[in-house]
Nanobody, 115 residues
Framework: QVQLVESGGGLVQAGGSLRLSCAAS????????MGWFRQAPGKQRELVAR???????DYADSVKGRFTISKDNAKNTVSLQMNSLKPEDTAVYYC?????????WGRGTQVTVSS
């Protein structure tokens, strides 16, 4: 079993920054990608950013140039630096890990950007 524990998030004014972190523990062998999704009220969960073991990184178009994902393999953590935040970035952010054919999820952390 894999546990994903998120930290960070909170309330910030538009134009501000936040950093999210996610630590993976347990049966982490087989994880080949980690990343962040978000879900705003009334909307579907969407990919924000994801990093693969081979180095490939995917970003949603809406966050390119503002968000940066990074991974610390030694600590089994993935972080998301979010700059120039906008009110439309407000959502619950979920850590995700892809392990074999399974999607694994953290419990989520709220990010609220005030205008």
């Amino acid at each position: 079993q894999v546990q994903l524990v998120e930290s960070g998030g909170g309330l910030v004014q538009a134009g501000g920054s936040l950093r999210l972190s996610c630590a993976a523990s347990g049966s982490i062998s087989g994880i080949f990608a980690m990343g962040w999704f978000r879900q705003a009220p009334g909307k579907q969960r969407e990919l924000v950013a994801r990093i693969f073991n081979g180095g490939r990184i995917d970003y949603a178009d809406s966050v390119k140039g503002r968000f940066t994902i990074s991974k610390d393999n030694a600590k089994n953590t993935v972080s998301l630096q979010m700059n120039s935040l906008k009110p439309e970035d407000t959502a619950v952010y979920y850590c995700n890990a892809r392990r074999f054919s399974d999607d694994l999820w953290g419990r989520g952390t709220q990010v609220t950007v005030s205008s």
